[in-house]
């Protein structure tokens, strides 16, 4: 392992990230030129922003100095160490903006608040990068539009992979390798479009822009403001979620909104790679031979229309019984039975349950977590229905968390083999996904990163029931985090966050967005001992 290769991949990542820090600098800046005074230059998010480029840039250029002579010797070693421990200092330093708001808006703060701030600063920022869109946010309407837009756009540069945009760059820069690529993007293959890697990358990018476009484009022109319209657009993209609204997407009462988001979440799902053959290529046999898509597809409907048939037809648990649900700030019992009241309105015509059982279970299945209903006080069936789902994720090469749809055939096919076998000891087949053979190492890889996901969420889920008094939340914020999805059930479900959960269970979660997003084998690579040695 040479270490300062590693060091210089993330001093320039660094500098990256500096320059890119300008645009929510002056959008905040912007944002308070109708009042300007020249006390807007002294207040806690300008100066936040102000000291976070340069702590960023000046850190970058340190190890850019002192590891330039080893910029070339990227390996396939070196990339793991570069996303895991890139992604750790991107997000340890993109969270400073939210840091000091934090710590300048407050008169006077103690040593225990400083810790408590940044802890909550690096949650917020990890879950934005990692795409998760888990929230420790109380009201995030008052939240100062520059940190706003600092904490969506964390969630456009981790959707597709600041290391993947850095990529595109960084062979003009010296560095470059192939480790890097297979680390970040997500799902089972690693296909290149394109010999070199940046050309890859660019293509990858240029689809993402593509979409960014028109998704802002008919969100301002259906009404939305163009600074939410933004926001938003990050958010369904990235499959991350954050929201400029505390009601999340469920503010905007307007069907057309939820249908341009629902759209966005879908293509959003779906492999970037059959965008670039669609879009650019005209090679339109990729939609019709694609299995994993087929999957894909087949799995939303069918979910929308069982869970939209359930809110129906049954309708919503008596409100005794939702009030039994347990929530870290609970409700007066009148609030929660006008709550009920509102979130029965919604699905009291077929059109209503429809429109927001489509929404919700493209949602959670593209691991996005936007809300435009509170699906905690749905019947226990759908719910179950959507903690199903949020195991799955989106296709490989999207932008969705989860084990990826082609994991979950591939098992699947698995099982059914193991089944034909007991019967027929001497029968041999391959693992086929349409016309394509899947070999037996990368079986034995699927297998092995799907033992380990079941791992993990066992012993994190353990883990927080330590610091949880309930078991239903303690375990659905790990699934939650670990799958990169936002939203959990019962003190974390839809209307609720993650403001209350203790420090150490805090941290907890930071580590399973983390090993979620780069889906634990980079990460594990990475910390393993021997990697580091010569």
């Known amino acids: 392992m040479n270490k300062r290769s590693v060091g210089y991949a993330i001093g320039k990542l660094l500098q990256v990230m500096a320059f890119i820090m300008f645009i929510p600098f002056f959008?905040?800046?912007?944002?308070?030129?109708?009042?300007?005074?020249?006390?807007?230059?002294?207040g806690p998010e300008f100066l936040g922003f102000s000291l976070s480029i340069l702590i960023s840039w000046f850190v970058g250029f340190l190890l850019i100095a002192v590891c330039y002579r080893y910029r070339q010797e990227i390996g396939v070693r070196e990339g793991y160490a570069v996303v895991t421990f890139g992604w750790i200092t991107l997000s340890a330093v993109g969270c400073l903006p939210l840091f000091f708001y934090f710590v300048f808006s407050k008169d006077m703060v103690a040593i225990s608040d400083v810790v408590h701030f940044f802890s909550d600063a690096y949650f917020e920022t990890m879950s934005g990068f990692t795409t998760t869109g888990s929230t420790i946010l109380t009201d995030i309407e008052t939240i100062p539009k520059g940190i706003l837009f600092w904490r969506s756009m964390t969630h456009w540069l981790g959707g597709m992979g600041i290391i993947t945009l850095a990529l595109a760059i960084f062979p003009a820069m010296g560095v470059s390798g192939y480790g890097m690529y297979k680390g970040e993007v997500p799902g089972p293959t690693k296909e290149r479009l394109q010999p070199r890697l940046s050309e890859t990358a660019k293509i990858l990018w240029g689809v993402y822009l593509l979409f960014t476009v028109l998704e802002t484009s008919l969100l301002f022109f259906g009404g939305m403001s163009l600074f939410d319209s933004f926001c938003h657009t990050f958010g369904t993209l990235a499959t991350g979620g954050f929201s400029t609204k505390n009601l999340s997407v469920g503010y905007y009462q307007n069907t057309y909104f939820h249908w341009v988001i629902i759209i966005f979440m879908v293509l959003s799902g779906i492999n970037y790679i059959i965008h670039y053959r669609v879009l650019l290529k005209r090679h339109y046999r990729s939609l019709f031979e694609d299995k994993e898509l087929h999957f894909y597809l087949a799995t939303l409907l069918i979910g929308t229309l069982f869970v939209t048939g359930i809110l129906y037809f049954q309708g919503l648990p008596d409100t005794e019984i939702g009030y039994e649900s347990y929530r870290y700030d609970k409700m007066s019992f009148n609030d929660f039975e006008k709550h009920m009241s509102e979130e029965e309105a919604k699905i009291d015509t077929l059109s209503g349950a429809f429109s927001q059982a489509a929404f919700q279970v493209v949602s959670i299945l593209t691991t996005t977590g936007f809300c435009t209903a509170d699906f905690d006080v749905w019947p226990d069936v759908c719910r179950l229905v959507l903690i199903i789902l949020m195991f799955w994720g989106g296709c490989a090469g999207s932008t969705g968390g989860g084990l990826k749809i082609i994991r979950v055939i591939t098992v699947m096919k698995i099982s059914w083999r193991e089944i034909k076998k007991l019967a027929k000891p001497r029968w041999i087949s391959p693992i086929k996904i349409g016309q394509t053979s899947i070999d037996e190492r990368r079986v034995i890889n699927i297998l092995s990163l799907f033992n380990l996901f079941l791992l993990t969420f066992v012993i994190c889920s353990t883990l927080m029931c330590l610091f949880i008094p309930d078991l239903l939340t303690a375990i659905s914020c790990v699934v939650a985090t670990l799958f990169n999805i936002g939203p959990g059930l019962s003190g974390v479900g839809a209307v609720e966050n993650y403001a209350w959960i203790p420090l150490p269970g805090k941290w907890i979660l930071i580590m399973c967005m983390?090993?979620?997003?780069?889906?634990?084998?980079?990460?594990?690579i990475a910390l393993r001992p021997a990697i580091w040695k010569k």
């Not at 959008?27 to 002294?42: C, R």
């Not at 983390?514 to 594990?524: D, N, P, Y």
């Open 27 to 42: 959008i905040g800046l912007y944002n308070d030129v109708p009042q300007f005074k020249i006390s807007i230059f002294l």
């Open 514 to 524: 983390l090993m979620g997003r780069l889906e634990i084998f980079s990460v594990l």
